[in-house]
């Protein structure tokens, strides 16, 4: 594969998981686990073709709205996922960070996702960075909230320094898996000049193949930010 223009900064909005189990006469937990799953897959070659910062949608401050059955299943699979993960993460020098009001959480998942974050933070082959109880929208207000609080000029600049991520930049290239065309609140600030791939595959059948095609599409585009292409 070219490899010549590999994003930094990847976003990925994992959607498809319940259509992916319904469309196999299963019920929409199964799909979770499926992609739950996928996850790890997908971390270990993103980090293998040198992209830097994943972020990972996994829980948008929409998706409380769900059955509340299908919101417990969610909130135990990530309770698993951050303690499966852990060993492995560490060894890889993997760096987890967490973006999302995470004070809503159960005690026990906070505990998890903190022992994560800080046992971990001083890792930099690569971020994983998790949207969790996460909102564009609402992200954008905190940081205007926290300028306010310290007396601070509103600024693009300085909103941008107060995102919940702010150290790990913008995205590149943002992908959404699952055939919707939005982004569902997901990075609206930092994503104002990221580059969009939309795909059909369900995020449970998103693999290696289908992220190599995304960085491939993404390698053709032409950034331009406003400016005039240079020749
Ligand atoms: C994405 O898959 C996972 C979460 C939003 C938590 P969905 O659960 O939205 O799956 P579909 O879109 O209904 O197929
Ligand atoms: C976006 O998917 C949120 C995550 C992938 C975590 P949704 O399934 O919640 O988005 P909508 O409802 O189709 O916009
Ligand atoms: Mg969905």
Known sequence: METSKIPSHVGIIMDGNGRWALLR???????HRAGTA???????????????????YAFSSENWARPKE??????????????KFLKKVEKEKLRINVMGDTSVLSAKLQKIINK????TRANDVGVINIGLNYGGRQEIVYAVNKLLKENKEITVENISENLYSAEFGEPDLIIRTGGEIRLSNFMLYQGAYSELYFTDVLWP??????????????????????KVEES
């Open 116 to 119: 994560a974050v800080e046992t």
């Open 25 to 31: 006469g299963e019920k929409r937990s199964y799909g």
């Open 205 to 226: 059948d998103f693999d290696e193949k289908e992220l190599d095609k995304a960085i491939d599409a993404f390698s053709k585009r032409h950034r331009r930010f406003g």
């Open 70 to 83: 299908e919101v417990d299943e969610l909130m135990r699979l990530l309770e698993t996922y951050f303690k």
């Open 38 to 56: 996928n996850v790890e897959k997908i971390t270990e070659h993103a980090f293998k073709l040198g992209i830097k910062t994943l972020s990972l």
